[in-house]
């Protein structure tokens, strides 16, 4: 089974903060990796992806990969009230798995 | 800036009718996707489609299901004899290539089977 896991949360950081969202995926041939923000009742919105070890950051965004770990995270800086959604994390191989998400809650 | 589109945006049909979700990619998209969110779970992934063919599908999408690009832009999803349970949202997607490009998702269909 290839799966994705996130904890689901609620995860609840004040404005400002630094928000941290965790995610692992099972699936060894997973080649690249997706974090995609859903508002309720929306679709997923993609803020970034990263197919390679290490960092890469975009504005406030910056997502980490281990592939060693099997392990992806996105942290956001200076959260605002705005981002306060679900995070959905996503591998691919062949196939696009989600997780079910973290819910996160920016506290003004 | 281009987006996928989707229509209608809320679909209601009595189970064991035939419904067809339809998808306009954004136009230098190659690789085109389905996916499925029952109200409250994550999003499942239904099927890929490339060049007039099923690149890959999961074991949701079975016999029930199949997609077709009719013409240049349209991309459609067409569910048989629909039962409550396929009630979810819908979404479409596309990208450029497959693999390490992004996949960009049109707002959905809430088909609603009763």
């Known amino acids: 089974q290839k799966e994705v896991e996130q904890n689901s949360g609620p995860l609840s950081v004040p404005e400002g903060a630094i928000a941290s969202l965790n995610c692992t995926y099972s699936?060894?041939?997973?080649?690249?990796f997706f974090w995609y923000r859903q508002y309720s009742g929306k679709s997923p919105e993609l803020i970034m992806f990263?197919?390679?070890?290490g960092d890469k950051e975009d504005g406030r965004f910056t997502a980490q990969l281990n592939k060693a770990s099997q392990y992806v995270s996105l942290l956001i800086r200076d959260s605002q009230p705005s981002d306060s959604a679900t995070y959905l994390c996503?591998?691919?191989?062949?196939?696009?798995?989600f997780g079910a998400g973290t819910r996160l809650t920016v506290k003004p | 800036e281009p987006e996928v589109t989707q229509t209608p945006s809320h679909q209601v049909t009595q189970m064991g009718q035939e419904v067809i979700l339809r998808c306009v990619p954004i136009?230098?998209?190659?690789?085109f996707y389905w996916y499925r969110q029952i109200l409250g779970q994550k999003v499942e992934f239904l099927v890929s489609?490339?060049?007039?063919?099923?690149?890959?599908k999961s074991e949701i999408f079975d016999d029930q299901f199949s997609v077709e690009r009719p013409d240049g832009s349209n991309f459609t999803l067409k569910i048989r004899s629909t039962k409550l349970e396929d009630s979810a949202m819908y979404f479409c997607?596309?990208?450029?290539?497959?693999?390490?490009?992004?996949?960009?998702f049109g707002p959905g269909t809430r088909l609603t089977v009763t």
């Open positions: 997607a596309s990208s450029e290539q497959a693999g390490h490009y992004e996949q960009y």
């Open positions: 699936d060894r041939g997973s080649q690249s």
């Open positions: 990263i197919y390679s070890n």
């Open positions: 996503a591998a691919t191989n062949n196939d696009m798995r």
């Open positions: 136009s230098n998209h190659l690789y």
């Open positions: 489609f490339y060049n007039n063919e099923i690149s890959e």
